[in-house]
């Protein structure tokens, strides 16, 4: 072994020439904290940090330093020339260029932070729907067009490189592009911030519609993921099963040791996640699951047992493999538990080991560590900081879980009593026996707290208790959250107002108020307008004197000086035609469809649910299709064409959602093929609806859907998209509706149905009213052309006919159905009137400026986490 270097090295006898050496410090891939850095950076020799320094890698600056990166990327890591370079390999090279340079500025953001040793934020998500890459880098740091310009001298159209690209299948609905969003607004923002999720294999399912029918297969979109940096080192021992002993310690103390478990390892991979206009490049951390014990058994393998020496290697990777496996059966929901604590407790003992670098007392920890419970999914990490405190770090009971309430926030998401998760207590003691006890401590001092403060009021106690008293016992897991969060927020105000008024009432009886506050979701201006509809951005752009509206969205209010400039609303009207050309060239492309760009088009793409009313969607287009037909030639004339356009996911195992894709598919079978009809009505369902789609999708809507019953929807951000991108919108007043429709003006929406505060009492009507409320008869002309089979066969629909007519119809598609056709019915008559139109559409557009997710950030990093922007400085 060499001897250390010394500062000043002695100088070399003469004629001979020494080998140099490399420094004796350690140096470790997963950095050092901010005491540590200076020291090592002093350790090394002047001479070799200049050369270090020297030689660093650079960002490319213009076309041609883009160019020899691509080109050396093309020929080295893909080991391809350019006589076999496809669009593909120019995907690729082009991928592995910008990443380079996104990994530059990453790495200074992560020094700054560590330097200005900044309390960071940790956003867990089970979902982070992030889309493509490529074009959202590009456009973030500023070279998109460097790209296409120096793309196009290597013989390629930017448009089909960007196309090559998979989307990241890391989440499935609303609650993953949001995390998404907060993700770019924090890295524009500069604050410093990480998410950490989970790096599914296969995502949710890509969608395939064979004979009308969702069938799921698996979405291999990992075959080449060129932005994602695995990180070896960086590995997590996590335990299931196993038993807790107790152990008495010297002082007389009383430790639980949980151990005799299976062990599974949680490897890192990161994913670089650049700000707009700004050096700050914050990162997404997610964990793949592999086995401890090795990937294979030569022993069994040698034996003969092949298939047994695989196990391990499978039943380990199993837990990183599909989001949200189907919980209808046990062993699914006992996978989907092991997804949920293995994701928590590799971020977690990422968290702390940062946090361990400061050399700073526990008491510090909520001081330098925010964590935010995206929905309940996250919410054991509550549990696994107290069991990491007090069984590993020894710290006292009532210690720790002060430090663990200080430390998190949860965000909720439903108002749904069914929708809020909860794990059986049998499943929960087997596979994780310590937190299940840890959470009866919890919830015992708890219920010992709401004691004294109620004291007799049983029937509080009952209602607050994290354990449900059902058969089995349940863990609620809201309430867990409610309990080891200091605040608890909603993400729209009436979705706020209803979960202190219903669902977590009780909460508010035993906190106060002050716990319960309201932050209402926003979107990325940068991806959902600037990326999704760039010619709009750039009309916008050119009125407004330049791009600032993309950091600063309440300037699109500046729009409203040129509502009089009858150019402007034509160019308006022109690029959203434009936009439906491109939508329905898809559309031909992909279904064989014709339709008309120059129809009303009305979108409803998000996930298939009751509560989100496909299903009333549908049957309003089954009224309109049979009044035309009811039309004579003369009278159809004068109707308004329209193409309705649906996009979404069922989940696996919701039978009824399912059901609502097949009648769509089913109608539109029968209604595009309608000689009588043509180009007047048009039903166009796109399978596997995404990130990339809805880029193509929502700038080409003229209204678009947002119809869930009343104080079903907790916010929506796809409401605030569509209109961002001159759409209007139809919807309940529900969720985010009402305060965009507050934002936007009543003129420029069509809302209709009952209002939230009368849901319950129409509920109950339906039950126990005598007579029952009779059927609308729209809706019942509608149910009769479905039962005598004018869309196939009647039995495949009659549960989604009786769920309304027999099963009490809880989601009120009847009582609101009147009130829908009316409102279609204004929208008919208002779209006729292309220049008032534009008006509506250009108004609307002007006033979204508070949607974006930068005010919503904001609002988190003031109200709940306590943390301030830390810029990068930017290069001379």
Same mark, same amino acid.
């Given at each position: 072994m060499s001897a250390p270097i010394a500062?000043?090295?002695?100088?070399?006898?003469?004629?001979?020439?020494?080998?140099?050496?490399?420094?004796?410090?350690?140096?470790?891939?997963?950095?050092?904290?901010?005491?540590?850095?200076?020291?090592?950076?002093?350790?090394?020799?002047?001479?070799?940090?200049e050369t270090w320094r020297k030689l660093a890698a650079t960002e490319f600056k213009g076309k041609e330093e883009f160019q020899r990166e691509v080109v050396r990327h093309v020929e080295t890591t893909l080991a391809r020339s350019m006589y076999n370079c496809d669009e593909l390999g120019a995907y690729s090279g082009a991928a592995l260029a910008l990443r380079d340079r996104l990994v530059i500025a990453w790495n200074k953001t992560q020094q700054q932070h560590t330097f200005v040793d900044s309390k960071r934020v940790y956003y867990l998500s089970l979902e982070f729907l992030m889309g493509r890459t490529l074009d959202n880098a590009m456009l973030n740091v500023g070279? +998109? /067009?460097?790209?296409? &310009? $120096?793309?196009?001298?290597?013989?390629?159209?930017?448009?089909?490189?960007?196309?090559?690209?998979?989307?990241?299948?890391?989440?499935?609905?609303?609650?993953?592009?949001?995390?998404?969003?907060?993700?770019?607004?924090?890295?524009?923002?500069?604050?410093?911030?990480?998410?950490?999720?989970?790096?599914?294999?296969?995502?949710?399912? +890509? /969608?395939?519609?064979? &004979? $009308?029918?969702?069938?799921?297969?698996?979405?291999?979109?990992?075959?080449?993921?060129?932005?994602?940096?695995?990180?070896?080192?960086?590995?997590?021992?996590?335990?299931?099963?196993?038993?807790?002993?107790?152990?008495?310690?010297?002082?007389?103390?009383?430790?639980?040791i949980w151990e005799g478990g299976e062990v599974v390892q949680a490897v890192a991979y990161d994913y670089p996640i650049p700000g707009f206009d700004t050096e700050n490049t914050n990162n997404l951390r997610l964990w793949s699951s592999r086995p401890a014990s090795g990937e294979f058994d030569f022993q069994k393998f040698n034996a003969g047992d092949y298939e047994s020496a695989v196990r391990e290697q499978q039943r380990a990777e199993t837990i990183s493999a599909v989001l949200y496996p189907n919980d209808n059966i046990d062993a699914g929901k006992e996978l989907r538990l092991k997804q949920q604590y293995f994701w928590v407790s590799a971020s977690l003992h990422d968290i702390i080991r940062r946090f361990k670098k400061t050399h700073r007392p526990w008491d510090q920890f909520p001081e330098r560590v925010a964590i935010q419970l995206n929905d309940t999914h996250p919410a054991l990490a509550i549990v696994e900081l107290q069991r990491i405190l007090i069984d590993i770090e020894h710290l006292s009971y009532d210690k720790a879980w002060g430090i663990v309430t200080r430390t998190f926030g949860y965000t909720n998401h439903t108002v749904l009593p069914e929708a809020l998760e909860k794990w059986s207590v049998p499943l929960m003691q087997h596979l994780l026996p310590r937190h299940m006890q840890i959470i009866y401590d919890i919830n015992l001092f708890f219920l010992q707290g709401v004691e004294k403060k109620f004291p007799g009021d049983r029937e509080l106690l009952m209602k607050v208790s994290i354990i449900e008293e059902s058969q089995p016992q349940s863990i609620r897991m809201?309430?867990?959250?409610?309990?080891?969060?200091?605040?608890?927020?909603?993400?729209?105000?009436?979705?706020?107002?209803?979960?202190?008024?219903?669902?977590?009432?009780?909460?508010?009886?035993?906190?106060?108020?002050?716990?319960?506050?309201?932050?209402?979701?926003?979107?990325?201006?940068?991806?959902?307008?600037?990326?999704?509809?760039?010619?709009?951005?750039d009309l916008i752009s050119e009125k407004l004197g330049g791009d600032s509206f993309l950091k600063d969205l309440t300037l699109l209010d500046g729009l409203l000086e040129h509502l009089d400039d009858k150019q402007f609303r034509k160019d308006w009207m022109d690029i959203k035609y434009a936009n439906k050309v491109r939508l329905a060239k898809y559309i031909k492309e992909t279904t064989q469809i014709a339709v008309n760009p120059a129809s009303l088009f009305d979108i409803q793409v998000k996930r298939i649910h009751e509560y989100k009313r496909q299903q009333m969607n549908i049957f309003g287009i089954i009224h309109r299709y049979l009044t035309l037909k009811a039309m004579k030639p003369e009278q159809r004339k004068k109707a308004v064409p329209r193409v309705s356009i649906f996009g979404g996911k069922a989940a696996p195992g919701y039978w009824m959602a399912k059901t609502i894709i097949r009648l769509i598919t089913a109608v539109g079978d029968v209604v595009n093929c309608d000689k009588d009809i043509g180009d007047l009505l048009k039903v166009i369902f796109i399978e596997d609806y995404n990130v990339s789609k809805a880029e193509m999708i929502i700038p080409a809507s003229d209204i678009s859907e947002h119809i869930s019953t009343a104080g079903t929807e907790a916010s929506g951000t796809s409401n605030m998209k569509f209109v961002l991108n001159g759409g209007l919108i139809i919807g309940t007043v529900d969720g985010a509706n009402v305060e965009i429709v507050e934002q936007i003006g009543d003129e420029q929406a069509f809302t209709f149905g009952h209002l939230a505060h009368s849901v319950p009492e129409l509920r109950h009507q339906h039950h126990f009213a005598k007579p029952k409320p009779v059927l609308d008869k729209c809706l019942k002309a509608v149910f009769d052309a479905i039962l005598k089979g004018t869309f196939g066969t009647p039995e495949l629909?009659?549960?989604?006919?009786?769920?309304?007519?027999?099963?009490?119809?809880?989601?009120?598609?009847?009582?609101?159905?009147?009130?829908?056709?009316?409102?279609?019915?204004?929208?008919?008559?208002?779209?006729?009137?292309?220049?008032?139109?534009?008006?509506?559409?250009?108004?609307?557009?002007?006033?979204?400026?508070?949607?974006?997710?930068?005010?919503?950030?904001v609002e988190y990093a003031e109200q709940i986490w306590n943390i301030e922007p830390v810029p990068v400085p930017r290069q001379k």
């Amino acid at each position: 072994m060499s001897a250390p270097i010394a500062a000043t090295p002695p100088a070399p006898a003469a004629g001979i020439t020494e080998p140099k050496e490399r420094p004796k410090h350690r140096r470790t891939a997963t950095g050092f904290g901010s005491r540590e850095i200076k020291a090592v950076e002093a350790s090394i020799p002047k001479p070799l940090r200049e050369t270090w320094r020297k030689l660093a890698a650079t960002e490319f600056k213009g076309k041609e330093e883009f160019q020899r990166e691509v080109v050396r990327h093309v020929e080295t890591t893909l080991a391809r020339s350019m006589y076999n370079c496809d669009e593909l390999g120019a995907y690729s090279g082009a991928a592995l260029a910008l990443r380079d340079r996104l990994v530059i500025a990453w790495n200074k953001t992560q020094q700054q932070h560590t330097f200005v040793d900044s309390k960071r934020v940790y956003y867990l998500s089970l979902e982070f729907l992030m889309g493509r890459t490529l074009d959202n880098a590009m456009l973030n740091v500023g070279v +998109k /067009q460097t790209a296409r &310009d $120096g793309l196009d001298e290597l013989g390629f159209r930017i448009e089909d490189v960007i196309d090559q690209e998979h989307d990241a299948a890391l989440g499935n609905g609303g609650l993953g592009r949001l995390a998404a969003c907060f993700l770019d607004s924090l890295a524009t923002l500069n604050y410093p911030g990480w998410g950490y999720g989970l790096r599914y294999r296969y995502g949710i399912f +890509k /969608q395939e519609i064979i &004979d $009308g029918h969702q069938v799921e297969v698996p979405d291999y979109w990992l075959d080449f993921n060129p932005w994602e940096f695995p990180r070896h080192d960086i590995v997590v021992d996590i335990m299931f099963y196993g038993y807790v002993r107790k152990q008495i310690e010297e002082d007389g103390t009383t430790r639980s040791i949980w151990e005799g478990g299976e062990v599974v390892q949680a490897v890192a991979y990161d994913y670089p996640i650049p700000g707009f206009d700004t050096e700050n490049t914050n990162n997404l951390r997610l964990w793949s699951s592999r086995p401890a014990s090795g990937e294979f058994d030569f022993q069994k393998f040698n034996a003969g047992d092949y298939e047994s020496a695989v196990r391990e290697q499978q039943r380990a990777e199993t837990i990183s493999a599909v989001l949200y496996p189907n919980d209808n059966i046990d062993a699914g929901k006992e996978l989907r538990l092991k997804q949920q604590y293995f994701w928590v407790s590799a971020s977690l003992h990422d968290i702390i080991r940062r946090f361990k670098k400061t050399h700073r007392p526990w008491d510090q920890f909520p001081e330098r560590v925010a964590i935010q419970l995206n929905d309940t999914h996250p919410a054991l990490a509550i549990v696994e900081l107290q069991r990491i405190l007090i069984d590993i770090e020894h710290l006292s009971y009532d210690k720790a879980w002060g430090i663990v309430t200080r430390t998190f926030g949860y965000t909720n998401h439903t108002v749904l009593p069914e929708a809020l998760e909860k794990w059986s207590v049998p499943l929960m003691q087997h596979l994780l026996p310590r937190h299940m006890q840890i959470i009866y401590d919890i919830n015992l001092f708890f219920l010992q707290g709401v004691e004294k403060k109620f004291p007799g009021d049983r029937e509080l106690l009952m209602k607050v208790s994290i354990i449900e008293e059902s058969q089995p016992q349940s863990i609620r897991m809201a309430f867990l959250a409610i309990i080891g969060s200091h605040k608890v927020n909603g993400v729209a105000e009436l979705h706020s107002d209803l979960i202190r008024t219903t669902i977590f009432k009780d909460f508010v009886t035993v906190f106060g108020t002050d716990k319960f506050i309201n932050i209402t979701n926003g979107v990325t201006p940068r991806r959902w307008l600037h990326q999704a509809n760039p010619k709009l951005s750039d009309l916008i752009s050119e009125k407004l004197g330049g791009d600032s509206f993309l950091k600063d969205l309440t300037l699109l209010d500046g729009l409203l000086e040129h509502l009089d400039d009858k150019q402007f609303r034509k160019d308006w009207m022109d690029i959203k035609y434009a936009n439906k050309v491109r939508l329905a060239k898809y559309i031909k492309e992909t279904t064989q469809i014709a339709v008309n760009p120059a129809s009303l088009f009305d979108i409803q793409v998000k996930r298939i649910h009751e509560y989100k009313r496909q299903q009333m969607n549908i049957f309003g287009i089954i009224h309109r299709y049979l009044t035309l037909k009811a039309m004579k030639p003369e009278q159809r004339k004068k109707a308004v064409p329209r193409v309705s356009i649906f996009g979404g996911k069922a989940a696996p195992g919701y039978w009824m959602a399912k059901t609502i894709i097949r009648l769509i598919t089913a109608v539109g079978d029968v209604v595009n093929c309608d000689k009588d009809i043509g180009d007047l009505l048009k039903v166009i369902f796109i399978e596997d609806y995404n990130v990339s789609k809805a880029e193509m999708i929502i700038p080409a809507s003229d209204i678009s859907e947002h119809i869930s019953t009343a104080g079903t929807e907790a916010s929506g951000t796809s409401n605030m998209k569509f209109v961002l991108n001159g759409g209007l919108i139809i919807g309940t007043v529900d969720g985010a509706n009402v305060e965009i429709v507050e934002q936007i003006g009543d003129e420029q929406a069509f809302t209709f149905g009952h209002l939230a505060h009368s849901v319950p009492e129409l509920r109950h009507q339906h039950h126990f009213a005598k007579p029952k409320p009779v059927l609308d008869k729209c809706l019942k002309a509608v149910f009769d052309a479905i039962l005598k089979g004018t869309f196939g066969t009647p039995e495949l629909f009659e549960p989604l006919i009786n769920s309304i007519t027999e099963g009490g119809d809880y989601y009120l598609v009847s009582d609101d159905f009147q009130s829908y056709i009316d409102a279609q019915s204004l929208v008919d008559e208002l779209y006729v009137d292309k220049d008032s139109w534009a008006e509506r559409s250009i108004t609307a557009v002007a006033k979204m400026g508070f949607f974006s997710s930068d005010r919503t950030i904001v609002e988190y990093a003031e109200q709940i986490w306590n943390i301030e922007p830390v810029p990068v400085p930017r290069q001379k």
